[in-house]
Nanobody
Framework: QVQLVESGGGSVQAGGSLRLSCAAS????????MGWYRQAPGKQRDLVAV???????NYGDSVLGRFTISRDNAKNTVYLQMNSLKPEDTAVYYC?????????WGQGTLVTVSS
C-alpha cells in the first residue's frame, strides 16, 4: 500500500542539470532504503544511487561524482540531483523503496539528454 511518485524528468542539453523527486506515501519512509535506478531502451535496469536509513549512500560507477542522492524524511521524499549530464544518461529513471520484504517501484520519469 506504499506508493511512489516521481517527478522532475525532462529534456536537457549535455552538460546541463536536472533534479528528480520521488514522494512516498505511508509512514515507513524513514525506515526504508531508497534508491534510483534507470533503464534505457533494450537494456537492463541499472543502479544509479542508493541512500540508506542512516544517510549513507552508494552510487553506480557511471554517475559517481556527478549525481547526488538525498532524502528528506519529514517530507517522505528522496531526490536525485543530476549534474554534468551526458547523452548516455538518457533513460527512464525509477524510484525504489525497500524495507524487509517490501519492494516498491514508482512509475518512472523520462530523462533525455541531447548533444
Amino acid at each position: 500500500q506504499v506508493q511512489l511518485v516521481e517527478s522532475g524528468g525532462g529534456s536537457v542539453q549535455a552538460g546541463g542539470s536536472l533534479r528528480l523527486s520521488c514522494a512516498a506515501s505511508g509512514s515507513i519512509f524513514s525506515m526504508a532504503v531508497m534508491g534510483w535506478y534507470r533503464q534505457a531502451p533494450g537494456k537492463q535496469r541499472d543502479l544509479v544511487a542508493v541512500i540508506n536509513r542512516d544517510g549513507s549512500t552508494n552510487y553506480g560507477d557511471s554517475v559517481l561524482g556527478r549525481f547526488t542522492i538525498s532524502r528528506d524524511n519529514a517530507k517522505n521524499t528522496v531526490y536525485l540531483q543530476m549534474n554534468s549530464l551526458k547523452p548516455e544518461d538518457t533513460a527512464v529513471y525509477y524510484c525504489n523503496l525497500k524495507l524487509i520484504r517490501l519492494d516498491v517501484w514508482g512509475q518512472g520519469t523520462l530523462v533525455t539528454v541531447s548533444s
